[in-house]
């Protein structure tokens, strides 16, 4: 045996790509392709959120107690969720904007429930970089819009929520939400 | 190999960049075309690819469980259940972690008594074989800590009892093991200490590999004739021993997975899903299989001291086999007595691992004072005398001599 093999076996069978040692390669290296691809899916996999983060992803909380013109901040999956209970000023102001003049155009109808129009209920994160605007206090600035301010780079947000200077891209999200009753609002 | 004019781009640039780091010349001369091995390597000679492998699979699914981990006593046993129910695959990354350890002491325990069988602990290989045990100790202490980590009756009482024998030494014991724990039992500074080094360790561990690989690269690989290989005698690394590597580390995860997928808790202990409580011993404490051999040399000896001694002195006495084997002949193939004395040998230190399982009294003790005492005879009296008075077969003057005909 070790006396009879080349020191490199030759493309007997054809041209180069064409002979069974090719295709044993070929085949070697794929197995070894897709079981490596196999085994790095389940280590990423791994850092996605875990089955208890995900269950964590809804938050209830009672509305009764916010005056109006007054919020709350509650968390929901690790993040702020404002609820503001508008005045009707600020909701008149939110719904005569000119669409047009938006750099993310939205109806105000949009953004809230029906019959539910006084409460605005915002994920509390600036859509420029994370921070969290400012606005929930009445002795936070609001900024000229009457929103929220963003105390890290500037940006203002209106009675909606939509963006109306500064950096940021786009609109306070509205988060996936419903009201189990009157009083009661569940986020996720 | 190609004129300076029919060179690509991409060539150019690979040789832009060789001429700066050749590491890809570096890999080829350590494990690819320019390293000439024996052409008789047998399959024993795969252990060592398997466990270099095996080193990277615990690295990588450690490093993703440390990310889910947490060490601290009040809540390490439950993030470790929180990696085995809620993390994504993370039964998967530690059933492959806790059984990767078994496997990867499977593959070093043959690799190391391959080397015994075929003398590659002799001349010119000794400093290579003494980083070859280094690399052994340091597993030691990576698996005993990680052991500790889920926080478990016998991760616990395991920590509990190995740190305690230091406490033999005379004087300074008890201070010692204070140090080693953090306090005055082992605690959560301990756990913590322990998580950090169980996490160092491996890449301590990838230092002494790099330097076994070039230990080995001075004289070269052993092989299974034990004689020195002429350059005829020699077949580049890669294509040769790369496949036949592959080959064996697909045939070695076939039977890791099997564990890891149909047994995951066949080599652990069941007491390991009790948490920790340090007011009470579990009715019978045992260390991993891989410890059993030296646990059973430990409890052979009725004396805390000298109990201790012995057990840490099985491993060193390791050290100076190179001297204590006073036989040039390096296979034991050719040594008639030394080839059956060894396989006894081999079957001592698996009646010491089913002593060490078992409860140290009756005959399971005697046993195991039988096993220490011959583990012991057989490597300060029986290896010297037999290398002294032993009649060695005739070598064979090359690996292609016994199978090519004379003519030739």
């Not at chain 1, 509390?124 to 921070?131: A, F, K």
């Not at chain 2, 290989?125 to 980083?131: P, S």
């Amino acid at each position: 045996m070790a006396n009879t093999a080349p020191a490199h076996p030759t493309h007997a069978g054809g041209a180069a790509g064409e002979t069974r040692r090719d295709f044993l390669l070929d085949m070697t290296v794929a197995t070894g392709v897709v079981g490596g691809v196999m085994m790095v899916w389940p280590l990423i996999h791994s850092m996605n959120p875990a089955a208890d983060t995900l269950s964590l992803s809804t938050t209830e909380f009672s509305v009764a107690g916010i005056a109006e013109g007054m919020g709350i901040t509650v968390l929901w999956r690790g993040k702020p969720v404002f609820a503001r209970h508008r005045t009707a000023a600020e909701i008149e102001a939110a719904q005569k904007v000119n669409l047009a003049e938006l750099r993310d155009p939205a109806k105000d109808a949009d953004r809230v429930k029906k019959d539910h129009e006084n409460m605005l209920v915002l994920v509390g994160v600036c859509t420029h970089l994370g921070c969290i605007p400012l606005g929930m206090k009445p002795t936070d600035p609001r900024g000229e819009f009457g929103g929220w301010f963003c105390p890290c780079h500037g940006s203002e947000y209106d009675t909606s929520g939509r963006i109306r200077r500064g950096p940021a891209p786009a609109n306070l999200e509205v988060p996936p939400y419903s009201f189990v009753n009157d009083t009661t609002v569940r986020v996720g | 190999m190609t004129n300076a004019t029919e060179k690509t781009t991409l060539r150019k640039i690979f040789d832009w960049h060789e001429q700066r780091l050749p590491i890809v010349s570096f890999i080829d001369h350590a494990v690819g075309t320019q390293y000439p091995a024996p052409r008789n390597l047998n399959y024993f000679w795969n252990f060592g690819f398997i466990a270099g492998f095996m080193l990277a699979v615990m690295t990588v699914t450690g490093i993703f469980l440390a990310m889910n981990y947490v060490a601290h006593t009040s809540m390490a046993f439950d993030s470790v259940e929180r990696i085995m129910r809620d993390v994504n695959y993370g039964w998967l990354l530690r059933y492959m972690h806790a059984n990767g350890a078994s496997f990867f002491f499977i593959a070093v325990y043959i690799h190391i008594f391959r080397g015994l069988y075929y003398g590659s602990y002799k001349a010119p290989r000794e400093v290579l074989w003494w980083i070859g045990l280094l690399i052994l100790l340091a597993m030691m202490a990576t698996a005993f800590m990680g052991y500790v980590l889920p926080w478990g009756q016998m991760s616990f009482w395991g920590a509990t009892v190995i740190t305690s024998m230091f406490t033999a030494i005379p004087w300074v014991g008890n201070a010692i093991t204070t140090l080693l724990w953090g306090g005055f039992a082992v605690d959560y500074p301990t756990l913590n200490r322990f998580f950090a080094l169980h996490y160092l360790l491996p890449f301590v561990i990838f230092g002494l590999v790099f330097m076994h690989i070039w230990a080995l690269h001075i004289p070269g690989s052993n092989n299974p004739l034990g004689i020195d290989v002429s350059t005829k005698d020699k077949i580049p690394f890669h294509p040769y021993y790369t496949v036949k590597d592959a080959f064996g580390v697909g045939v070695f995860l076939l039977f890791y997975f099997a564990v890891v997928f149909w047994a995951p808790n066949a080599l652990g202990e069941v007491d390991n899903y009790v948490k920790a409580n340090p007011l009470q011993t579990p009715p019978h404490i045992v260390p991993e299989w891989y410890f059993l051999p030296f646990y059973a040399i430990l409890r052979a000896i009725p004396n805390k001291l000298l109990g201790v001694i012995a057990m840490f002195g099985s491993i060193l006495i390791m050290f100076v086999l190179p001297w204590l084997d006073t036989s040039r002949i390096r296979s034991a193939t050719f040594r008639p007595v030394y080839k059956w004395l060894l396989i006894v040998f081999m079957l001592d230190c698996a009646l010491l691992t089913w002593c060490g399982a078992q409860l140290p009294e009756g005959a399971p003790l005697i046993l195991g004072r039988i096993g220490a005492a011959w583990y012991f005879l057989h490597l300060l009296v029986l290896t010297p005398v037999v290398g002294w008075l032993e009649t060695p077969k005739p070598l064979p003057a090359s690996i292609g001599e016994p199978v090519l005909r004379p003519a030739e």
